[in-house]
């Protein structure tokens, strides 16, 4: 079935630094990637809509110049949280959409879970 | 505006009893699909369903099967004999359906329901 391989599963870093979180689609082409993020015990929250060699579309309240979101190839899409603070301490997922004939399904990455100190 | 609310935010059972965890969706939309995932503490987000709106047809997967009334716009989940390892967080979703390489069609989740399951 398909894969989304998402990388790193963990990161620890440090206040003031840039990280960045790969996913991949090793099998199908996505035309379309969500990025959420989870706080502990809550529901995913949907942080942007990116689609290939486009701008990401960002929800309401995220900002766009700390969640930096490249979506270049039909392959790779990379979240990068810039100027990185404790408060940006969350479990990262991405979702990779893909088409199929009249229907269509999600592809989840494994999560990246992101301390900042 | 598309919502799904899971109102049971835990449940406890002891191993071997049935267990249906309740989802109820709003949209306006004719055409869309509803899933189910299960986290477990790992994290990852394993798919476990998907129902498109046309197809009113229960399911029935092993312990799994669900209940999709349209009239009620429920979704409901049981699982039968639990057990141990069904203890996780279970989510609701709701997606639109969009075009190719829209921003329509992403998913809408209920806040998802913790599930014990103890031997």
């Known amino acids: 079935g398909a894969v989304v391989s998402q990388h790193p599963s963990w990161v620890i870093c440090k206040s003031g630094t840039s990280v960045k979180i790969e996913c991949r689609s090793l099998?199908?082409?996505?035309?379309?990637m969500f990025w959420y993020r989870q706080f502990p015990k809550q529901s995913l929250m949907l942080m942007a809509t990116?689609?290939?060699?486009?701008?990401?579309?960002?929800e309401q309240g995220v900002e766009k110049d700390k969640f930096l979101i490249n979506h270049a190839s039909l392959t790779l899409s990379t979240l990068t949280v810039t100027s990185a603070h404790p408060e940006d301490s969350s479990f990262y997922i991405c979702?990779?959409?893909?088409?199929?004939?009249?229907?269509?399904?999600?592809?989840f990455g494994s999560g990246t879970r992101l301390t900042v100190v | 505006a598309q919502k799904v609310t899971q109102a049971q935010t835990e449940i406890s059972v002891v191993e071997k009893e049935d267990v249906t965890l309740d989802c109820v969706y709003e949209?306006?939309?004719?055409?869309?699909?509803l899933f189910w995932y299960k986290q477990p503490p790992s994290g990852e987000l394993v798919f476990l369903i998907r129902?498109?709106?046309?197809?009113?047809q229960n399911e029935i997967s092993g312990r799994y099967s669900w209940n999709f009334q349209k009239s009620t716009s429920s979704f409901n989940f049981t699982i039968t004999a639990s057990q141990v390892v069904d203890s996780a967080v279970y989510f609701c979703?709701?997606?639109?359906?969009?075009?190719?390489?829209?921003?329509?069609?992403?998913?809408?989740f209920g806040r998802g329901t913790q599930l014990t399951v103890w031997p």
């Open positions: 979702s990779a959409r893909e088409v199929r004939g009249l229907s269509y399904g999600y592809t």
């Open positions: 099998d199908f082409q996505a035309t379309t």
């Open positions: 990116s689609n290939e060699g486009s701008k990401a579309t960002y």
């Open positions: 949209t306006r939309d004719t055409t869309y699909y």
């Open positions: 129902r498109n709106s046309f197809d009113e």
């Open positions: 979703a709701l997606s639109e359906v969009g075009g190719r390489g829209s921003t329509l069609g992403r998913l809408y």
